[in-house]
């Protein structure tokens, strides 16, 4: 996939969750999509971090959304290959202190397929 197509499917992302557009945002994923993130890992240990597929995704984040109704994120840099492309953003959510966050979404016919996200 090209680098531009991928960084047209890390706007979209950007988009539909800034929108907290959550079925806009599973419609880029694909089925049984991966996702890693610290804060899954800190808010829900047995997972150690993972969850998998649609139905999970959509639990965390419509968690996310409304326990965090302010909740965006500021695109600062997008990275791309051939197969995966790297997203660093600021994450911004009041009564929290901004955070940095980079994050990478593996993508395989135009779909992504797995993320993983990263910060301290």
């Not at 994923?29 to 890693?36: G, L, M, P």
């Not at 610290?38 to 649609?54: F, H, N, T, V, Y």
């Amino acid at each position: 996939m090209p680098a531009l197509d991928l960084q047209q499917i890390a706007q979209l992302w950007f988009n539909a969750f800034n929108a907290h557009d959550l079925e806009a945002l599973l419609a880029l994923y694909a089925d049984d999509a991966r996702h890693f993130s610290p804060k899954l890992q800190a808010r829900r240990p047995e997972s150690g971090g993972w969850i998998k597929g649609k139905d999970a995704l959509r639990a965390w984040w419509s968690d996310s959304f409304q326990r965090l109704p302010s909740l965006r994120y500021e695109p600062t840099r997008l990275i791309a290959d051939g197969t995966a492309v790297f997203m660093e953003y600021i994450r911004h959510a009041e009564g929290e202190a901004d955070l940095r966050v980079g994050e990478v979404l593996e993508v395989g016919n135009g779909l992504i397929t797995a993320s993983r996200v990263y910060h301290g």
